[in-house]
């Protein structure tokens, strides 16, 4: 597809489970992003990769939050011991230049 | 903090007339801007960008108001149509930033027959 891609759509976790989530930018986008988005919220913005190299984390909320792209062009998010508050929509963006493509999210409910 | 927030949560309007999306920012560093549409279940879709050094610009059926003045932008749709419901966020990207969107609460946009 031409488009973001990211899975799983929808994950159910349990408190305390371990989760992993994948991105799968446009082929040749450079930039990648993540936003964590709270119901009825807006995104917010989590962690910055520019090709392989993560250059901003200062969104992560906490040190339970871990993302990488260890090849510069899929990118997993991993949130450790989840927590109820984590429940979210997780977006994955990539770019070339200024515009940024999103991709449809992961919902994450923590029960 | 600063912040961009928007004025109104929901808007209804009927099929065929215009409608005005208001945003308002307060970080005056801020020098580009996005408008985004979020269909449910989807993620948020670029519409149409403004820099700090332009007033206005227009895409197809959409327009973009920037007033530095008072901190405000506005997104026009003209001949509204069903399709345009969505949730509608305008988001900056600080010039200390350079990357990272900042996104208000959203409006969400109803559009009635």
């Known amino acids: 597809g031409a488009g973001v891609s990211q899975s799983p759509r929808y994950k159910v976790a349990k408190r305390g489970q371990d989760v992993a989530l994948r991105c799968d930018p446009i082929s040749g986008h450079v930039s990648l992003f993540w936003y964590q988005q709270a119901l009825g919220q807006g995104p917010e913005f989590l962690t910055y990769?520019?090709?392989?190299?993560?250059?901003?984390k200062s969104g992560l909320p906490s040190d339970r939050f871990f993302a990488e792209r260890p090849e510069g062009s899929v990118s997993t998010l991993k949130i450790q011991r989840t927590q109820q508050e984590d429940s979210a929509v997780y977006l994955c963006?990539?770019?070339?230049?200024?515009?940024?493509?999103f991709g449809p999210g992961t919902r994450l409910t923590v029960t | 903090g600063e912040s961009v927030g928007l004025h109104l949560p929901t808007l209804s309007v009927q099929e065929g007339d215009n409608s005005i999306i208001n945003c308002a920012y307060s970080?005056?560093?801020?020098?580009?801007f996005i408008w985004y549409k979020q269909e449910s279940g989807k993620g948020p879709q670029f519409i149409i960008d403004i820099r700090s050094n332009m007033d206005k610009r227009q895409g197809q059926r959409v327009t973009v108001l920037l007033n530095k003045t008072v901190k405000h932008l506005s997104l026009q749709i003209a001949a509204t149509q069903p399709g345009d419901s969505a949730v509608y966020f305008c988001a900056e990207i600080p010039s200390n930033s350079g990357y990272a969107l900042n996104f208000g609460k959203g409006t969400s946009l109803l559009v009635t027959p």
């Open positions: 970080n005056s560093a801020s020098d580009y």
């Open positions: 963006a990539s770019s070339l230049g200024n515009e940024q493509y």
């Open positions: 990769f520019q090709n392989e190299a993560q250059l901003d």
